[in-house]
């Protein structure tokens, strides 16, 4: 079975552009989360979906936001980038039952200039 | 809300040896799950071990065993036999009941382990 795919791998803009970034689940799972990690604030949860319904909000700013789609691949999308938002960004899927474990892609590195 | 601490920022062993990391959390929940997550330099998080917080048995995974105490609100990890592929930031992480089959997933800063040759 195919594990948890993010694209782009790596990605570089600059501040005031907006970014959108792809999930694609470990098949049959029907939720993704999304995760921000920086070496300051460590891994800080930013959404979770399940079949195409947000269930969980982390404490981001609205310019974070996201969707999934009807074959639960999920984008996440962040405008008006600041510097700050230098990060990876991981996604991880889970069938969505009750205490299922996250299972984690490679992460996206997008990188603010 | 709940924490999670991981008090070691940073431990090395020597190859072969066993290493016990260190976690604790605090919650008033009685209904939930822990993990730890490995982190090596490719940066992929890969779960390493689960516990459900209703099992008194200690979950074990090969090389890879916990001490779950659950009055104590500590879930440590320990390591046996340490290979150098063991080299990895390690997450210990608490999910949280929300309601149905809905949980939150939080994570701990991390242990940066290093395993010497």
């Known amino acids: 079975k195919a594990g948890v795919t993010q694209t782009p791998r790596y990605l570089i803009k600059t501040r005031g552009q907006q970014v959108t970034l792809s999930c694609s689940p470990i098949s049959g799972h029907r939720s993704v989360s999304w995760y921000q990690q920086t070496p300051g604030q460590g891994l800080q949860f930013l959404f979770e979906y399940f079949s195409e319904t947000q269930r969980n909000k982390g404490n981001f700013p609205g310019r974070f936001s996201g969707r999934q789609f009807s074959n639960s691949r999920s984008e996440m999308n962040v405008s008006t980038l600041e510097l700050g938002d230098s990060a990876l960004y991981l996604c991880?899927?889970?069938?969505?039952?009750?205490?299922?474990?996250?299972?984690f892609g490679p992460g996206t590195r997008l990188t603010v200039l | 809300a709940q924490t999670v601490t991981q008090s070691q920022p940073e431990m090395s062993v020597q190859e072969a040896e066993t290493v016990t990391l260190s976690c604790t959390y605090d919650t008033s929940e009685n209904n939930y799950y822990l993990f730890w997550y490995k982190q090596p330099p490719s940066r992929q998080m890969i779960l390493v071990i689960r516990q459900e917080a209703y099992k008194q048995q200690n979950a074990t995974e090969n090389r890879f065993s916990v001490n779950f105490q659950k009055a104590a609100k500590s879930f440590s990890l320990k390591i046996s036999d340490s290979q150098l592929g063991d080299t990895a930031m390690y997450f210990c992480?608490?999910?949280?009941?929300?309601?149905?089959?809905?949980?939150?997933?939080?994570f701990g800063k991390g242990t940066l382990l290093t395993v010497n040759p």
């Open positions: 991880a899927s889970s069938r969505g039952t009750a205490g299922d474990s996250r299972f």
């Open positions: 992480a608490f999910m949280k009941p929300l309601g149905g089959s809905n949980y939150k997933l939080t």
